[in-house]
């Protein structure tokens, strides 16, 4: 579905963690797709030049969930963001 994010049309806060390569569902992917997935430092940046107003912010040394992983600087990110 990333195709379907440059539709929004709403001020848009992408965070990622660095290490991040969750893959839902990708027990179900076929073999030969598999080192396909989970290829966030490419995408995370072309998801953020095409969602118009994206707001990327990336956390070094975490993986899928920054708010668990840090809480005190990801709320900082994110509190500033919402400003």
């Known amino acids: 579905?990333?195709?379907?994010?440059?539709?929004l049309k709403v001020k848009t806060?992408?965070?990622v963690g660095d290490r991040d390569n969750t893959v839902i569902g990708n027990v179900w992917a076929p073999t030969d797709r598999k080192p396909l997935l989970?290829?966030?430092k490419m995408l995370r940046?072309?998801?953020?030049?095409s969602v118009?107003?994206?707001t990327l912010i990336e956390f070094a040394d975490l993986g899928h969930a920054p708010l668990?992983?840090?809480p005190a600087a990801f709320h900082d990110?994110?509190?500033g963001w919402l400003g």
């Open 13 to 15: 806060l992408l965070i």
């Open 52 to 54: 118009l107003g994206c």
């Open 45 to 49: 940046k072309q998801v953020a030049v």
């Open 38 to 40: 989970g290829h966030y």
């Open 1 to 7: 579905m990333i195709y379907e994010l440059s539709n």
């Open 68 to 70: 668990i992983q840090d």
């Open 77 to 79: 990110k994110l509190l």
